[in-house]
């Protein structure tokens, strides 16, 4: 393999996605790209009818795992601030999440595979997700039977806190369970100077805000890490009438699974029982988002010292109260989501969000590394792996 070769072509396709992002759902011309490169590297696209994104395949020539890895493809609504010569030309957009990063790493990744599938054990699904930001895309991976046999899966993440080339890694809980709510209380309209003719319900919302920050502080294990935050209210028309009802929005984020449950249980009991007690009513809106991304022990381990190994830096990943999609492929599969750094600089959805291009060739070293390795000591199609091939493959 022309290493130099590949380095180049990558640094072309990352300077082409920076200059060209799509909003999610709308990755029509990414996903056309991303096509265009894995099918010139004779790699097979799965024939999966997905309106935006891609799914392809990598089949090793030796008997092995099905396993997948994770690349989001979307960018946000964010007016570009860097002064990159390869800056967004489409106006209001940017790949301010390192997406961009993740598309090109991936796809190196993919060719690196393909180039060796003569030695690969089992086979290698790549996924290039649509609408991450969404929270939502990794569903419409989901809604098809792609996943159905696959045995682990990796996801990746630029990580603008570390130097570029970094590999971060934690077992367990990486990013929270995303949920959002609307509370909408309803009391009886009145004139601003007669509300002894109506149900104020602004009081009743104030109760509700300030009551709700309670299940942080009273109901949740001081040792469980969690929020809610009340981020929008609205009520009324005009300055000298009582409103007929008052609406909140907001979201909840936890980690343990138990916790979820809890919230959502007191936050309708405070919401419902406080109105009452200023003789309105609460009715209130659940929208589940994502799970909590969780790790696999044995797979943060094993990647952790596979990085090592390759002399890669490696750091402890920071648990986030922020939330990936990855999380419901790892409900189901077991999974490791790991972050890459990619330079010291302006975090994530910051118009000045920038990727180091140097850290492109090595995220796809790594990522090949993790999954040509791990395959190495798995056996079988089912996942159950052998002392043999455990010792002789870390
Ligand atoms: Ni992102």
Redesign the pocket.
Same mark, same amino acid.
Do not use: L, Q, S, Y
């Given at each position: 393999m022309d290493m130099a070769g590949l380095e180049k072509e990558l640094r072309e396709a990352f300077y082409w996605f920076h200059e060209h992002p799509e909003l999610s759902y709308e990755e029509v011309k990414t996903t056309e790209k991303i096509r265009e490169i894995l099918t010139a590297h004779g790699i097979e696209i799965l024939p999966y009818d997905l309106e935006t994104g891609l799914a392809a395949i990598i089949r090793g020539e030796k008997e092995g795992p099905v396993q997948a890895l994770r690349c989001?493809i979307d960018a946000l609504p964010i007016v570009e601030e860097t002064e990159l010569s390869y800056c967004s030309k489409a106006p209001g957009k940017m790949h301010a999440?390192?997406?961009d990063m993740h598309i090109t790493a991936g796809i190196g990744c993919a060719v690196l595979l393909q180039e060796n599938r003569s030695s690969l054990r089992g086979t290698v699904k790549m996924i290039f997700q649509p609408a =991450? =930001?969404t929270s939502l895309g990794a569903l419409k991976i989901l809604e098809t039977d792609i996943m159905e046999d696959v045995e682990n899966i990796w996801g990746f993440?630029?990580d603008p806190t570390n130097a570029a080339g970094t590999i971060a890694i934690r077992e367990g809980y990486v990013t929270a369970a995303v949920d959002r709510f609307v509370i909408t209380v309803k009391g009886v309209g009145c004139h601003g100077a007669h509300p002894d003719n109506g149900i104020d319900p602004v009081p009743a919302a104030a109760a509700v805000i300030l009551a709700l920050q309670s299940i942080v502080g009273r109901n949740v294990n001081a040792f469980h890490p969690s929020l809610l935050s009340v981020t929008k209210i609205s009520a009324g028309t005009t300055w000298n009438v009582i409103p007929a009802e008052a609406v909140m929005e907001g979201t909840v984020r936890t980690m343990e699974r138990e916790d979820r449950i809890l919230y959502e249980k007191r936050l309708r009991g405070i919401a419902e029982n406080t109105a009452r007690a200023y003789g309105a009513e609460a009715e209130v809106e659940w929208i589940a988002g994502p799970p909590a991304t969780c790790n696999d022990r044995e797979m943060a381990e094993f990647t952790r010292k596979l990085a090592e190994e390759k002399g890669f830096q490696t750091a402890v990943e920071e648990s986030s109260l922020g939330g990936?999609d990855f999380a419901f492929y790892e409900e189901r599969i077991p999974g490791c989501y790991m972050k890459i750094g990619t330079g010291i600089g302006h975090p994530?959805h910051h118009p000045g969000f920038a990727v180091e291009p140097e850290v492109l060739l090595p995220a796809a070293e790594f990522l090949n590394a993790c999954l040509t390795a791990y395959a190495e000591r798995t056996v079988g199609r089912n996942g159950i792996k052998t002392e043999r091939a455990r010792e002789s493959s870390v």
């Open positions: 989001d999440c390192g997406h =991450e =930001e993440h630029a990936d994530i």
